[in-house]
Every structure is written in C-alpha cells, then in structure tokens.
C-alpha cells in the first residue's frame, strides 16, 4: 500500500518558514507565517507565562489525565475574558465548551460537530479566507461554499456583496467569520455590520461559527469580542474557536477552546459531551502545559495584568510599524495607507504572485503568494530594505 505514497508541496504558509531559515542573505525579511515579532525580530515568551510556567513547575504533583472537556481554570477563563462573567450565556450556563489543541483543534472539533449532526452541512466562508480553513472544515465532510468579503481593488469589506450573499443563507447553513483581525486581509467588520450580519442570523436563521483566533491584537481585548459577545447574546446558536497562540505567545503548546452557545443549559451539556466524544475518536485528549498556563494567568490578578499589559505593548507596535511602513511607501510614491487601518497581524500588498515571487528571488522577502504580509515581520531596522524592495518589483 505504502509504495503508492506520492509526496506533496510545501504547505502554501508553513512552509515558508524553513525556505526562510535555508536563505543565506543577511538582509533577509521573514513576511510568511503568522507569528508576532518584536522590535528585534523576535517571538518573545510572554513574562506572565514565564511566571505562570515557573509556578506550575514548582507546584505541579501528577501528570495523569486531566478530565475529558480539559483544564477547567482554562475553560473558564477564557469564557470570562471572551464574553465577560455577566454574560447572559455565561450566567444561564448556556455555553458548552472543551479544551482543544489549538485553534485548528478547535474549528476542526466544531466542524466534526455539525458533522455529526447534519452530514454535508453546506459551510460559507469568506473570499479570501485562512487557507486551512478547507481542509481544517472541509475534510470533516462539511461542504464549503464562499461568501464575497474583501475588494483588492477598494482595499475594503464589500459588505453589500457579503449581506446580499448570507441574505439568501437559511437554516441549514452554517456561516464562518473572523473575530477580529481578519485573516488574511486585515479588514473586520464594524459593530455596525456586526449587527446587521446578527440580524440576518436571526431573520434567516443560518448558525454562524466564529474564529477568533487574534483576541487582542486588533483594537483591544474588548472591541475585538464585539461580535462574539453580541452574537452571544442575540442568537439562538453560535460555535466559537478560540486560540491562545498569537494573543498568549503559546504557538506549539496548542491551546484553543471550542465553545457551543446554545438555547438552553441542557443542550450545551449535551454539545460538550458530543464535543468530548468526538475528541476522544481522534486524539483523546489534548495537550495540557499551554492550557495549564492560561488557565493559572487568567486565574491571577497579577498576572493577567501583566499580560493584558504585554498584549497591548504588542498591538501597539503593530499598529506602528503598519503607519510607519505605510509612511515609507508614501515616501516612494506609492499609496499603502490602507495598511494603517487594517488591523492585526495580516495585510494583503496587493501585488501579483509574479512580483511576489520577484520579492522572494531577488530581495530574499518571503510572503504568501496571494501577497498577505505578516506586518509584525516589519521592524524599523528593515522597513527601508522592504519598501525599497516593494517599490522596485512595482516599478514606483
Ligand atoms: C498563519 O495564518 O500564518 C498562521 O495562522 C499560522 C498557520 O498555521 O497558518
């Protein structure tokens, strides 16, 4: 059986990072895979998951199996930082949620879900979204179908194209949105457009499955959950992935949490121990060290402090590296102010996969082909070389 094995390409985003590491230039500039970066090019480890780390060490007594739905510190601090302790779905115990490896681990639970309970299920995702979320979806049997999102041309939402679109969605249909910081074009709704997608969810009745997976990174913690609190709230029904990567630092631990908002405390009960099930087939349970850390963070006032205060030094320099980038492209005539108003760690440059390829073969820039940009791999030290390089393949 195994002689028919036939290899495959590099995957269009992970793989990247070792084209990046094998690239002798000195001057190389890593744009690919979305891992934040510091001023010095670095991913730092967070102080309060240091100390988080530092405490559970020292006070750790077992490594036996934690309980099926995972660290319960983690589940319910999340929930706490995501929708707040006085939500309505919080305080009605309407929400059914289990610990997952990662936010891949988490869409692919909930997609295993919908599976499970109505086969074929047709899935509307954004043109564009995150190129694994086909596979992640797709591959658990759920039919993907597109929902029109991002104009290159205006560098802008079409939202009158995505609203005629999920205006003709019905109850059979499940509707995927990003959070926050849309990956991967930066653009995210509005509280406004927030809005008006929640009533065409309720008029239509079509279940939308949020992604959020950059809590944080965009406008803040709060402004960033708008969508998910508000749906919440209004819907009858909402699954949620969430991820720790970016927003704890915690990429290769995978912590992500999957989250059914139901109608009712029993059928959430009954979402988790579907969810718990269908883990339990796959993988059994996951990973406990990245949980274990949010959860003792976001159990300690200290601490939360602390990393609520790292992650808004990080949004910060995220939004100054995208105006100061921005800046140096108006400096050689050409117009990148969109890059200033998107948020989070992804842009698209808006150039072809040719000149993409000419970033990477004669300037050692390495990006997505479709041209998304990780804008946290810009840093004053190399935003000159970048924009020159920018600049030469667009002939500015
Ligand atoms: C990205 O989009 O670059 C990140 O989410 C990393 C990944 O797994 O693709």
Redesign the pocket.
């Known amino acids: 059986m195994l002689d028919a094995v036939r290899p495959l390409p590099a ?1 269009p ?2 793989g990247l990072i070792g084209a990046y590491q094998r690239d002798p230039n000195p001057d190389k500039v890593d744009l ?4 934040y970066r510091d001023r010095s090019g670095t991913t730092p480890i967070f102080e309060a998951v240091q100390a988080a780390e530092r405490s559970l060490l020292a006070s750790e007594t077992t490594k036996s199996y934690v309980a099926p739905p995972g660290d319960p510190a983690f589940i319910r601090g999340v929930i706490d930082q995501l929708l707040g302790t006085d939500h309505p779905a919080v305080t009605d115990v309407r929400v059914g949620a289990v610990q997952a490896p990662g936010g ?1 681990g988490a869409l692919r639970l909930g997609a295993e879900l919908i599976q499970r309970l109505r086969p074929g299920t047709p899935l509307w995702v954004s043109t564009p979204t ?1 190129p ?1 979320h086909e596979p992640l979806l797709g591959d658990a049997g759920l039919k993907i179908h597109a929902y029109p999102y991002y104009d290159h041309d205006a560098h802008a939402i079409d939202f009158d194209a995505m609203h005629a679109t999920l205006a003709q969605r019905g109850p059979d249909d499940v509707v995927l949105l990003h959070g926050c910081c849309h ?2 074009c930066g653009a995210d709704l509005t509280h406004a457009q927030w809005d008006a997608i929640g009533d065409l969810a309720l008029e239509r009745g079509f279940t939308p499955f949020i992604d959020i ?1 950059y809590h944080g990174l965009g406008d803040g913690l709060d402004d960033d959950g708008y969508g998910v609190r508000t749906f919440a709230g209004r819907l009858p029904e909402l699954l949620i992935a969430y991820s720790c ?1 970016k927003n704890f630092g915690l990429y290769r631990e995978r912590a992500g949490l999957v989250c059914a908002v139901t109608p009712s405390t029993e059928t959430a009960s009954a979402a988790r121990t579907q969810l718990n099930s269908i883990a339990r087939g796959i993988y059994s349970m996951p990973p406990a060290h990245g949980a274990a850390i949010v959860g003792r963070i976001l159990a300690d006032d200290k601490l939360t402090a602390s990393w609520r205060d790292e992650l808004d030094a990080m949004r910060g320099r995220l939004l100054d590296i995208r105006r100061v980038f921005a800046e140096a492209m108006a400096h050689r005539g050409a117009d990148f102010g969109f890059i200033a108003d998107e948020r989070g760690l ?1 842009s698209f440059l808006g150039i072809s996969p040719e000149q993409v390829e000419q970033l990477r073969d004669h300037y050692s820039v390495y990006l997505v082909g479709s041209s998304r940009i ?1 804008v946290a791999g810009i840093t004053e030290d190399n935003v000159e070389y970048l924009a020159d390089a920018v600049a030469a393949v667009l002939d500015v």
Do not use: H, K, T
């Open positions: 995957d985003i992970l690919g895979a979305g891992v891949c995150w694994n990956n991967p997976a990567s992804f990780n």
